[in-house]
């Protein structure tokens, strides 16, 4: 008997080994995907969304998004609106004047466009391209109004990462997966 | 359809919620308006449609097929590098990663351990399918079909050889990166694996600074040293590693057989080929092998219980970066010591704020998470002596290699070796087998210092 030669019955042992784990392997991952669809619960695609009753107005959505500017932007719920002349999320606190003055406004960015109705109404409309997701004008807002301003990922623009970099540091802890087919938390009452 | 379903829902939705909304809540009633003002809704831009996700899977299945007919079939670097080019562009820039096979594993781990989060489909088919394909003809995905190796891969320009045992060393870093991305995930504490990668934020052209240093870092490393995040850190590589070492089909340099001329030795630019090892004339020059791997195998059960100990004794860091965790000890400390007022809230001060609204939920919580990872800890730590002690003995064990091959494992498809076996030429119409056996003459001598076994 020569050990010289390479032995043809270890190659042959090796073959079986090989063969007997990826049989093994597909029988796990067959297994593993019967196990994942028998289980109950969605199946579509999550999204990320910020519940606005959790939300702290902390400022680390304008900051933490991976996009620049953030994914998040302020959105206005109309039928919870006050329409007040002196809109506490649109005017810095005790502001020199009722006008659209920048240095009367709460927004950084002076992305609210404030317009007459009719007397003593106005409407305040947020300018998303100009919207940076501060949530300054959500403070006042809440704080002080009614709480029609609130912040909301925005799905045309969130590339919606597997963990969301806002999510990670939210003071508030108000971020959540969301089913995608209902993507947004819409405020219907104040607070 | 489905991206649809909000917008359509929205009119119904908001007539029913204008008169739900109690106008005692409310600090300032919402007016009756005397003109014929109408009130404008809130759009509801939808999110990426579920179809687009399904062409994404689809496209995930044909390159995998493409490139492993391009891999074994056709045998054609070019056609690998034309695919990489696609892969790049679709995966990369156009799609913006997630939810990617990389980061998949930990969409899985979440999926198992966490009720509330069922793992979509997409995210599933991410996972196994590269996997699946992996136990049949290695590692296609790495070759041409994952934006991060083609990346990688295209701009490597002046390969760099890195010892062997530096390889084999830092070998075993994706396998443990994979143990901690999946303990971290499965007890919601992290998706590491995607924080720390260092490709999406160039895809994405946008991030943090510090993303975008460290995919500064390994993209000019890349031009050097090929692949380094795919050798040395990727974790779902460790995955597919392993399925590529049991894979039905495997990289075959020449295409018939090999004259041991040694001309694709330096072909590969990740040192995957291995040498042709010889068996020793004697058979009891076998015996010190022998019994390293014996001493070895017994080892092993050591390493893995010294690691699961070790393991434990981790898992109180590693609950620090957990949000909630994070927040519950800065609570508790504060309670001693009072922090300064300040004039201004910051994210601290407005979390601790919650803090103290919610403290025993936010504390029992987060000894939860802290249990949690204690268990998690030892099979972490257990892991990771496991990975060790492998390691180990899959470097004890003898290959029977007669030919140049690439380690099965190691290899990543990519094609590069083809081109440089004379065979192969010939195989092509190239060059004429005259020419072959020429260019084999001049072949490089074996090195006189390489052991006969």
Redesign the interface.
């Known amino acids: 008997m020569s050990h010289a030669a390479p032995n043809p019955s270890s190659v042959s042992r090796r073959q079986f080994l090989r063969e007997g784990m990826r049989l093994a392997a597909m029988t796990g991952a067959g297994a593993f995907v019967g196990l994942s669809i028998g289980r109950t619960g969605a199946r579509e695609n999550y999204v990320w969304q910020i519940d606005p009753s959790k939300c702290v107005y902390c400022g680390n959505c304008a900051t933490a998004c991976v996009l620049k500017p953030s994914a998040v932007k302020c959105v206005q719920a109309y039928e919870i609106c006050g329409y007040c002349d002196l809109c506490t999320g649109y005017f810095v606190p005790e502001p020199n004047a009722l006008n659209t003055g920048a240095e009367n406004q709460v927004c950084p960015t002076a992305a609210i466009e404030r317009k007459f109705i009719e007397d003593p109404y106005y409407e305040y409309n947020i300018i998303e391209s100009l919207c940076i997701g501060c949530a300054k004008c959500v403070e006042g807002c809440t704080r002080f109004g009614n709480g029609s301003f609130y912040l909301q990922v925005r799905h045309d623009r969130c590339v919606n990462c597997n963990e969301c970099s806002i999510a990670r540091v939210c003071a508030g802890d108000a971020f959540r997966r969301v089913p995608a087919s209902n993507p947004y938390f819409l405020k219907t009452s104040a607070h | 359809m ?1 991206a649809l ?2 917008k359509s829902l929205f009119p119904a ?2 007539g029913l ?2 008169a ?3 106008a005692s ?7 009756e ?3 014929d ?1 109408t ?4 759009t ?5 449609s ?1 179809a687009m ?1 399904y062409v994404d899977t689809a496209l995930l299945v044909t390159a995998l097929g493409l490139a492993a007919w391009l891999v074994h079939r056709r045998r054609s670097r070019r056609g690998l590098v034309a695919l990489s080019v696609f892969s790049l562009v679709y995966f990369g820039f156009i799609r ?5 096979p990389i ?1 998949a594993p ?2 899985v781990a979440l ?1 198992m351990f966490d009720p509330g ?8 088919a991410f996972f ?1 399918v590269p ?2 394909f992996s ?1 049949f003809w290695g590692r296609t995905f790495c070759a041409a079909v994952c934006p991060h190796g083609a990346l990688q891969d295209l701009v490597l320009i002046k390969p760099v050889k890195v010892p062997l045992w530096i390889e084999q060393g830092l070998g075993i870093v994706p396998f443990i990166f994979l143990g901690l991305g999946i303990l971290l995930a499965a007890t919601g504490t ?2 590491i694996i ?2 720390y990668d260092p490709f999406i ?1 160039l895809f ?1 052209m ?3 600074v510090f ?1 975008l240093t460290l995919g500064g870092i390994f993209l000019a490393a890349a031009l050097f040293i090929g692949r380094p995040f795919c050798r040395f850190l990727c974790p779902y590589g460790a995955l597919l590693r392993l ?1 590529s ?4 089909k495997a990289v075959r340099i020449t295409p018939d057989h090999c004259t041991q001329c040694r001309l694709c030795e330096h072909s590969c630019p990740f040192g995957a080929i291995r040498e042709p090892v010889k ?1 020793p ?3 009891n020059a076998l015996a010190p092998e022998r019994r390293r791997l014996t001493w070895l195998i017994l080892a092993l059960p050591v390493l893995i219980a010294v690691g699961a100990w070790l393991g434990s004794k981790l898992s109180v860091a590693a609950a620090k970066v957990h ?2 965790v994070a927040l519950a000890e800065q609570f508790l400390a504060g309670d001693k010591a009072p922090a300064p007022a300040t004039a201004l ?4 001060t ?2 601790l ?2 803090a103290a609204e919610t403290a025993p939920e936010l504390i029992a919580a987060a000894s939860e998470v802290r249990r949690r990872l204690g268990i998690g800890g030892w099979w972490f730590g257990g892991w990771v002596g496991l990975v060790i002690g492998a390691r180990l003995i899959s470097l004890s064990l003898r290959p ?1 290699r ?1 030919d140049f091959e690439p380690d099965r494992g190691a290899c990543y498809a990519c094609g590069r070796c083809y081109l440089a076996c004379p065979n192969e030429r010939v195989r092509l119409g190239l060059i004429t087998p005259a020419e072959a056996a020429a260019l084999q003459a001049h072949a490089p001598v074996p090195r006189p210092d390489a052991k006969p076994s």
Do not use: D, H, K, W
């Open positions: 489905r379903f909000p939705l908001m919620l204008a739900c909304a109690v809540e409310l600090r300032f009633p919402p007016p308006f005397e003109t003002y009130m404008p809704g809130i509801t831009p939808p999110p990426r579920l996700e913006t990663g997630c939810i990617c980061g930990q969409n999926g989060y069922t793992i979509p489909l997409t995210a599933l196994l996997l699946v136990l992290a998706f995607c924080r934020p994405r946008s991030g943090s993303g399925g070492i049991v894979s039905r068996l004339v004697t058979p949000p909630t809230p910051t994210p601290e407005r979390a704020g919650r029977n007669t």
